[in-house]
């Protein structure tokens, strides 16, 4: 198996002696776009300074490519790029002056390699305009052009679709594809809309109260589920209703039509043919398939999120 670029290795964090983080363990590899999910004040963001050096750990490692955060910082860190809440831009100057001030931190950057990340992130139109004239989505795509400058092994991004409008959040999300996929970039993402990650993401962490509650591939969590919520379409519609309540129970809803319940997935095949030797005519068979908000609420429960 591939070496893990990053690994967390019983990472934690007690504030005035209260834990916040209580030992995380998990790793990153590299070609793979990782989901950190959680509720609000979960922790995500508090784990994700203190992966970038942004805050000390009370106890635990980070290490990054062989280096340890803890005690090698400088190697550990130039290896990682990162957007932690909202890219800092100087909006009186251009996109391309932002990325020429940048790029004088971090020794051997070439003009080359910043006309590449901006051509990756697809700003190449209006990279000569000032940073002022920017919608949300242009500075977030810069902040990520700037945080690939330095090529780094793992992009760590903190709710990159906070503030954006749907085609913005699609951008942002064909460009997290394409880093992981053609440069072999490993990703961390943060966020808070569920149906995003499970578009974007391979891998997820489900984090509550500081504890590591699951971490799966997003097609396993979604392929976990066995109840399926199934909805037929079926005349005549009292028949079909009475035999469906015998056979599963008072949870079958009618909606004009059409009945929606919950069964088994190896179950369906069966109660169609029972409706059908009961001459009931079954126009359509929809299984409602499980989403990461489902497997997200199955974990965290309803209440946890604020």
Known sequence: MAEPVMQLKNLTKSIRNKPIIKGLDFEIYSGEVFGFLGPNG?????TIRMMVGLMSMTDGDVVIKG??????????IRYVGGIVE??????????????????RMVPGISKERI????????????IK???????????????IAQALLHNPSILILDEPTNGLDPSGIREIRSYIRRLAEEEGVAVIVS???????????????????GELVSIQSVHDALQQSDQKEVTIEALPIIDAYEILQEF?????????????FSIKRDEVPVIINKLVE?????????????????????????????
């Open 42 to 46: 979960a922790g995500k963001t508090t």
């Open 67 to 76: 280096h340890s955060v803890k005690k090698d910082f400088k190697k550990a």
């Open 86 to 103: 909202n890219p800092e831009m100087y909006p009186f100057m251009t996109g391309w002056k932002n990325l020429i001030h940048y790029s």
């Open 115 to 126: 006309q590449e990340v901006i051509r990756l992130v697809g700003l190449e139109k209006r």
């Open 129 to 143: 305009d000032k940073v002022s004239k920017y919608s949300l989505g242009m500075r977030q795509r810069l902040g």
């Open 191 to 209: 966020s808070h809309i569920l149906s995003e990650m499970e578009m974007m993401c391979d891998r997820i962490g489900i984090i509550k109260n």
């Open 248 to 260: 599963v129970g008072g949870s079958v809803k009618q909606q004009q039509n059409e009945l929606t």
């Open 278 to 306: 009961q001459n009931i005519d079954v126009f359509s068979v929809n299984v409602n398939r499980s989403t990461l908000e489902d497997k997200f609420l199955d974990l965290i429960g309803e209440g946890a999120i604020e």
